[in-house]
């Protein structure tokens, strides 16, 4: 049994999933996000951090929780040791506003740490704090913006499937493309409403190509799935990118004017004013309900 399963396991008791129903009656407002590829290396934490910045500049408040389980990339992406992870939550030992770490221009992420690994002896009385101190994350944020990891595991497919919004990542590269449309199959299959995709084309050659790109991805969605997918943007290739990732700086603010930056920050008013799906409860506390009940 993976240790989701786990989690899972225990909140669904009758006492644990009437907890989370009541504090789901709680006004809670947040936007919860899944960024996220059908494969690796397509720049996913890149585009999730740079639009969490762009976010910030518009006045809200974001946060990041890194859900890529022991890999850590927001933090090596930024250049910052955070003091605790996820992992002092589930103990008890720190609350969710504790383990946010300071970002850069206001931004702030939670990591993953060690990941769910922790929850394999976690207890109920544990397992009762940590969904009680997801209440502070929707007074403290706007946006939330789960990075999950790469590929379609079942892993990844739950947190998509439990967020109102997916942003997808894909590249141009026809693997990448299957492997975007595969994770939208998978979701299509699940027994449950899905949350609505959003497309983002990274690493093109100019506009028009990412645009084909998403004419494609479009078409094979909705005649074989009858699944309609938003158009968010596209990114051209840009070396000021890689000169940033070694600098472990975001690009938004080590190369302001460069075409990456221009290209996030239209990804980031689009995505702004896009309506969010009314039929779905918003807040981290329906997201972990979702998570907690994937079939349900």
């Not at 934490?45 to 990339?73: E, H, K, P, S």
């Not at 300071?102 to 931004?107: K, L, Q, V, W, Y």
């Not at 920050?265 to 994937?294: A, C, D, W």
Request: proline residues 4%; hydrophobic residues 40%.
């Amino acid at each position: 049994m993976d240790q989701a399963n786990k989690l899972r396991d225990l909140i669904r008791s009758r006492e644990k999933m009437q907890e989370v129903d009541e504090l789901s009656e709680a006004q809670c407002n947040a936007r919860v996000i899944a960024v996220t590829s059908g494969k690796g290396g397509v720049g996913k934490t890149n585009c999730t951090v740079n639009m969490a910045i762009q976010m910030r500049r518009q006045g809200l408040r974001v946060v990041i929780i890194d859900a890529d389980f022991g890999l850590a990339n927001i933090e090596v992406l930024l250049g910052i040791v955070p003091r605790y992870s996820l992992a002092e939550v589930f103990k008890g030992t720190r609350t969710i506003e504790e383990v946010l770490t300071d970002g850069p221009e206001g931004i702030r992420f939670i990591s993953g740490g060690s990941g769910l690994r922790e929850l394999a002896n976690v207890s109920e009385r544990e397992l009762s704090t940590f969904v009680r101190s997801l209440v502070e994350l929707d007074e403290l944020a706007d946006v939330i913006l789960i990075d999950t990891g790469a590929g379609i595991s079942r892993a990844v497919l739950n947190l998509v499937m439990a967020a109102n919004e997916a942003i997808i990542v894909t590249t141009p590269e026809p693997t990448s493309v299957t492997d975007a449309y595969a994770l939208i199959k998978m979701a299509k299959s699940e027994p449950k409403e899905m949350p609505t995709f959003k497309i983002i084309v990274n690493r093109t050659e100019e506009e028009s190509e990412g645009r084909a790109v998403f004419e494609k991805l479009s078409k094979v969605t909705a005649q074989f799935l009858n699944v309609r997918v938003e158009y968010l943007g596209t990114i051209p290739h840009d070396r000021d990118l890689v000169r940033a990732v070694k600098r472990q700086r975001p690009v938004v603010q080590e190369y302001p004017i460069s075409t990456f930056t221009k290209a996030i920050e239209r990804i980031g008013n689009r995505l702004m004013n896009i309506h969010v799906q009314p039929t779905r409860q918003t807040g981290i506390l329906s997201f972990v309900r979702r998570l907690m009940n994937p079939r349900g």
